[in-house]
């Protein structure tokens, strides 16, 4: 049914597309809570912590569960928590609001995406239409995240840095939340072959842990920590270092950061082209050589840069444009590794593999942006970004790894895979 599957990925872009604005500001609400709420960086960088925390608390807890309960039940209950979440903001703004917002947002994003993925199972015509709409809704992700750099931008006071205006943007977000929750609950899918084929809802928690120490998986999960340490360690702290290091005001400091996340929906976006003429494994192998360099050749040109009151667009540092191109070779890595994984898997256990993703997705996040903030802290931006050097090796270590691993076993705890 063309219609319905559809309206399924519809349903899936518009929620992972609100959910994109919501966890990717943490790097600009770091900025404006740095500015308008009183806090230091080290204080602020807490704020990764309960955005990725509850993202692997409630996946590890509930993933097993969501087929369950109902893949389009869990996104919209997913969606209306966080519209509630954003009215809180402008009502009590505080340091304490924005913690609990972000703790909120972690937890509805872990329902999301562990159904986003598991629906996404059940309309995939095969393996490689599984690769094009994983792809697909990553890139259109990234669009959403780059959209919400210039809304955020836009209610963002240049005049008064410490003004509380930017938080009028929650109310248009809590109006989009409320929309999503009402197009997912209405969108129509047979969930049936996302269910557990087993009677004891105790058995879909321990598929978790079987699933977990497949080694094949184990390098996989190793893959995509360390690629969200590289991916958060950046896009978390792009504005601070705009506004820092490059000296750019704070609303252009935002927007600056947009071509971050610009980067990575073009090179998802364009990756399912280059991928089907080139192996995966060589196109890893060079973005991750491509992103090492760009770091190696943008952030020396950091260095002794005065600030500019009259900044404009045509006067800004050069490295506000190359840096953010670490996007466009980072893109490709998460989608393709996922893809390959899930694609390798029966429907009722993508909820699983998924959630094993979302677990180590947030412990990756948290990591890549604490140490950055504790580092840019104490040493400063250029030592901080140099430092997303060591998890690139280690990337590169894992992901082959990973490649040597794989079609050596076959994936699945299901009891019907023979």
Not at 364 to 390: C, D, E, M
Not at 408 to 414: A, I
Request: a positive charge; charged letters at 10%; glycine letters at 6%.
């Amino acid at each position: 049914m063309p219609a319905s599957r559809t309206r399924v990925i519809v349903a899936i872009i518009l929620a992972y597309m609100l959910f994109a604005v919501l966890l990717n500001s943490v790097g600009t609400v770091i900025l404006q809570s740095i500015a308008s709420l009183g806090q230091t960086k080290s204080s602020a960088a807490i704020l990764e912590a309960f955005k990725d925390l509850p993202i692997a608390l409630v996946s590890f807890l509930v993933a097993s569960f969501l087929p369950r309960f109902g893949l389009r039940n869990s996104m919209a209950l997913a969606s209306a928590m966080v519209c509630m979440a954003c009215i809180a903001m402008p009502l009590l703004p505080s340091f304490a609001t924005t913690k609990l917002l972000f703790a909120v947002t972690g937890a509805s994003f872990a329902l999301i995406k562990v159904s986003a993925y598991a629906m996404v199972g059940l309309v995939a015509r095969d393996k490689a239409d599984h690769a094009s709409l994983i792809s697909t809704i990553e890139g259109l992700f990234m669009v959403g995240v780059l959209s919400g750099y210039w809304l955020f931008g836009a209610f963002i006071d240049s005049t008064s840095p410490a003004s509380l205006r930017w938080l009028n943007v929650y109310w248009l977000l809590a109006l989009a939340a409320a929309a999503v929750a009402i197009v997912v609950r209405t969108t129509p899918l047979d969930e049936s072959a996302a269910r557990p084929m087993n009677d004891a809802p105790s058995q879909d928690f321990t598929a978790i842990f079987t699933l977990a120490l497949q080694p094949l998986v184990l390098a996989f999960l190793l893959s995509a920590f360390l690629y969200v340490v590289v991916e958060q360690a950046i896009g978390t702290w792009l504005p601070t270092f705009n506004n820092e290091v490059l000296h750019m005001p704070q609303a252009m400091s935002v927007m600056a950061a947009s071509l971050f996340a610009a980067a990575i929906a073009a090179g998802r976006l364009g990756a399912g082209f280059v991928l089907r003429r080139v192996s995966w494994y060589k196109v890893i192998l060079f973005c991750i050589a491509m992103m090492a360099l760009l770091v190696l050749l943008t952030l020396p040109l950091t260095r002794d840069l005065v600030p500019d009151p009259q900044m404009t667009w045509p006067n800004a540092p050069i490295a506000a444009f190359i840096l953010p191109l670490v996007g466009l070779f980072l893109a490709p890595i998460y989608p393709v590794i996922n893809s390959r994984v899930l694609s390798a898997l029966p429907p009722p256990d993508h909820a699983v593999m998924t959630g094993l993703i979302v677990v180590f997705s947030a412990l990756g996040g948290t990591t890549g942006s604490y140490i950055t903030g504790q580092v840019f802290a104490a040493l400063g931006g250029q030592v901080a970004f140099y430092l997303s050097l060591v998890p690139m090796a280690l990337l590169l270590l894992a992901v082959s790894l990973f490649k040597r691993l794989g079609g050596r076993q076959e994936l699945g705890v299901s009891p019907h895979e023979g």
